[in-house]
């Protein structure tokens, strides 16, 4: 979607908190529930240097891969 905008030349768009907080749109579908990551949505995973992101994100992708759910975390 962003690479749709960088070739195009269009803008982002944006709202307004006002927008936002109006917003009447359906919930999106859960990818992994409850709402951590939903379809066309955008998951960062941040933290110090050396904590375990990596090692972290590998064993959640594998269990996500395998339909096993991971802390609480269940696959759709």
Do not use: C
């Amino acid at each position: 979607m962003l690479q749709d905008f960088l070739t195009t030349g269009q803008k982002i768009p944006f709202f307004s908190m006002k927008e936002y907080l109006n917003d009447q749109s359906s919930i999106p579908k859960d990818i992994v529930s409850p709402r951590i990551l939903t379809q066309r949505s955008l998951l960062v995973l941040g933290g110090p240097p050396k904590i375990g992101k990596s090692d972290f994100l590998i064993s959640w992708l594998v269990h996500m891969a395998a339909g096993v759910s991971f802390l609480g975390m269940t696959p759709k």
